[in-house]
């Protein structure tokens, strides 16, 4: 059956940037983990405050940028920044080296009439070949690193590296996001030109399960440049740790860490909370499932209109509804559905 799901409502980026579609097509609801939970939650079931952050992120981003989404999978992230700014803002690249969900990766793009680039290929700190670890459980566990979970087979694929990728075609990354099943550390490594060149803004996952003394010696040259290692969470200011400190906030609830290369602001925290409260409003009440070979209705997709004045000051009830949808949240996490 297929499924579109709505994207979060920010008028201040449509007055800024222009209308953006206000619904993506990711063509099943139950053909990966990904697919399963938009199904189950909308947007905001599915790491709204990444989303948020990446969003906020890219909305800083100058023209012509480059953003990599390193370990695509579907493209969800691909996806969103594309739709939201990829009219020719921004260049956006879905790093994906599993065939068949790159593939899927292609066809939403290709559905949804979008602008990134699949890249169908691991990232590691070395150019070549490598296998991939194929998850008995689940695609999105797929991993370079042979011990992250049991695996049924595996495929060879070609690898790159930041750095390779960013010579070869002459990309300027402002955002990079680093979800790779505990080889960030390798990514890492193969990015420090690129590190030392453009700084960019570097969103990545830290699991505990990940080999913590690799991603200690990864993250060591980073805050050595004046990166700061901040968690995602809801509420602000974000905790800033150093590359020894990081490891006792690493949790199964905060996964995900912003490496800054710039002091976080209180603009960049509102950015965010903007995008927090319009990702939570897109739960699974909002999802648009049709039967299959049905066609979406007219206009499912059609862009949000500009807004009717210009963007006022956050509104007084915004944290009554970003608790609101926190809570929900975190209630649909005590159920305990898997994928």
């Known amino acids: 059956?297929?499924?579109?799901?709505?994207?979060?409502?920010?008028?201040?980026?449509?007055?800024?940037?222009?209308?953006?579609?206000?619904?993506?097509?990711?063509?099943?609801?139950?053909?990966?983990?990904?697919?399963r939970q938009l199904r189950r939650a909308g947007l905001a079931g599915y790491e709204p405050t990444t989303q948020a952050t990446l969003l906020a992120l890219a909305q800083r981003a100058p023209t012509g940028s480059a953003v990599y989404d390193i370990g695509a999978h579907i493209g969800l992230y691909s996806a969103l920044i594309s739709a939201v700014y990829g009219r020719g803002r921004l260049w956006t690249y879905a790093f994906e080296p599993t065939p068949d969900t790159a593939g899927l990766c292609r066809r939403i793009r290709a559905s949804n009439r979008l602008s990134y680039e699949v890249v169908e290929s691991a990232v590691s700190?070395?150019?070549?070949?490598?296998?991939?670890?194929?998850?008995?459980?689940?695609?999105?566990?797929?991993?370079?690193?042979?011990?992250?979970?049991?695996?049924?087979?595996?495929?060879?694929?070609?690898?790159?590296?930041?750095?390779?990728?960013?010579?070869?075609?002459?990309?300027?990354?402002?955002?990079?996001?680093?979800?790779?099943?505990?080889?960030?550390?390798a990514v890492l490594e193969g990015a420090l030109r690129t590190v030392d060149r453009h700084r960019p803004w570097i969103v990545c996952e830290l699991l505990p399960s990940a080999d913590h003394d690799a991603l200690?010696?990864?993250?060591?040259?980073?805050?050595?440049r004046g990166y700061g290692l901040h968690p995602i969470t809801p509420e602000a200011p974000w905790l800033r740790y150093d590359e020894s400190g990081y490891r006792r906030a690493v949790s199964g609830q905060c996964r995900d860490w912003l490496l800054a290369p710039a002091p976080l602001t209180p603009d960049f925290h509102r950015a965010v909370r903007r995008w927090l409260i319009a990702i939570?409003?897109?739960?699974?009440?909002?999802?648009?499932?049709?039967?299959?070979?049905?066609?979406?209705?007219?206009?499912?997709?059609?862009?949000?209109?500009?807004?009717?004045?210009?963007?006022?000051?956050?509104?007084?009830?915004?944290?009554?509804?970003?608790?609101?949808?926190?809570a929900a949240l975190a209630a649909l996490a005590r159920r305990g559905s898997g994928p």
């Open 1 to 35: 059956m297929p499924l579109a799901i709505t994207l979060p409502l920010n008028p201040d980026v449509i007055a800024a940037e222009g209308p953006y579609p206000r619904a993506l097509n990711v063509l099943s609801r139950k053909q990966t983990a990904v697919q």
């Open 125 to 185: 700190s070395a150019p070549g070949t490598a296998e991939l670890y194929l998850s008995e459980k689940t695609e999105s566990s797929n991993s370079l690193n042979s011990a992250h979970r049991r695996h049924s087979g595996s495929v060879r694929v070609p690898v790159t590296t930041v750095d390779a990728f960013t010579a070869e075609r002459d990309a300027a990354p402002y955002l990079v996001k680093i979800d790779v099943e505990t080889f960030e550390a």
């Open 216 to 224: 200690r010696r990864a993250l060591t040259p980073l805050v050595a």
């Open 280 to 326: 939570l409003a897109c739960d699974e009440t909002t999802n648009l499932l049709t039967p299959g070979g049905s066609p979406f209705p007219d206009a499912w997709n059609a862009p949000y209109p500009p807004p009717a004045r210009a963007p006022g000051p956050r509104r007084p009830y915004a944290p009554r509804r970003l608790r609101a949808g926190l």
